[in-house]
């Protein structure tokens, strides 16, 4: 299971990535080997502001659907446009083209607060 250190992590499975004054947020790769194969990636939140753990969107695999939780507060700027086409890129590179949004941060101290690799790897028994 890849986890990578360079990244923080929610309880909920998703990880961020801090990039200047955004943050990029996808699912893990523990969430998505979870999932199985993801099938679509329904995602219309692009514009809007949401809060810490408002959901974002939904993740939808052949058994089951899954809602995506907003790891910190921002704005959603930009929807990974290459998911719609080819959804199993969350499976596939889940840390890499298989992002989900970019958001611009309200409060970047958030970021402080979620999981560091070891204690993600805690969490899901890696």
Same mark, same amino acid.
């Given at each position: %299971?890849?986890?990578?250190?360079? #990244? $923080?992590? &929610?309880?909920?499975? !998703? =990880?961020?990535?801090?990039?200047?004054?955004?943050?990029?947020?996808?699912?893990?790769?523990?969430?998505?080997?979870? *999932?199985? /194969?993801? +099938?679509? +990636?329904?995602?219309?939140? !692009?514009?809007?502001?949401l809060?810490?753990?408002?959901?974002?969107?939904?993740?939808? @695999?052949?058994? &089951?659907?899954? /809602? #995506?939780? %907003?790891?910190?507060?921002? &704005? +959603?700027? &930009?929807?990974?446009?290459? *998911?719609?086409d080819?959804?199993?890129?969350?499976?596939?590179?889940?840390?890499? @083209?298989? =992002?989900?949004?970019?958001? $611009? #941060?309200?409060?970047?101290? !958030?970021?402080?607060? #979620? %999981?560091?690799?070891?204690?993600?790897?805690? *969490?899901?028994?890696?």
């Amino acid at each position: %299971m890849n986890i990578p250190a360079d #990244l $923080k992590y &929610t309880k909920d499975h !998703e =990880w961020v990535r801090l990039e200047g004054d955004e943050a990029v947020v996808g699912i893990t790769d523990f969430a998505q080997g979870e *999932l199985g /194969d993801i +099938v679509f +990636v329904d995602i219309n939140s !692009e514009g809007q502001d949401l809060d810490h753990e408002a959901v974002f969107g939904t993740v939808e @695999a052949v058994k &089951t659907v899954s /809602d #995506l939780f %907003m790891p910190v507060s921002g &704005t +959603v700027t &930009t929807v990974n446009p290459g *998911l719609a086409d080819d959804p199993a890129a969350v499976n596939n590179d889940p840390y890499g @083209a298989g =992002w989900m949004v970019r958001v $611009k #941060l309200r409060n970047a101290s !958030e970021v402080d607060s #979620l %999981m560091s690799a070891a204690d993600y790897a805690a *969490l899901v028994g890696a």
